[in-house]
């Protein structure tokens, strides 16, 4: 069982072998959910380009590499796109 602690602030630390079992990195966002017994999940809502690589197509048809879905989504984040 992974257990943290919360701080004066709220914060809590989100346990290493959690972190790494959602793929979690430094910037990531995570979302909670209250579910109705009280109980709270935690998902991420970032994704890595090498997570989602081959989902998306060009209009020819070809898949897009890692490094240039990471060039795109860079420059749309520059432009506030994201």
């Known amino acids: 069982m992974a257990v943290s602690s919360m701080t004066s602030k709220g914060q809590i630390t989100i346990p290493k072998s ?31 380009v090498t997570e989602v690589y081959g989902m998306l197509r060009r209009p020819e048809g070809q898949a897009r590499s890692a490094p240039d879905m990471d060039k795109e989504l860079k420059r749309a984040m520059k432009r506030g796109l994201f």
């Open 18 to 48: 959690i972190r790494d079992r959602l793929n979690l990195r430094v910037g990531d966002k995570v979302d909670f959910e209250m579910n109705e017994d009280g109980s709270v999940r935690l998902r991420p809502l970032s994704r890595s």
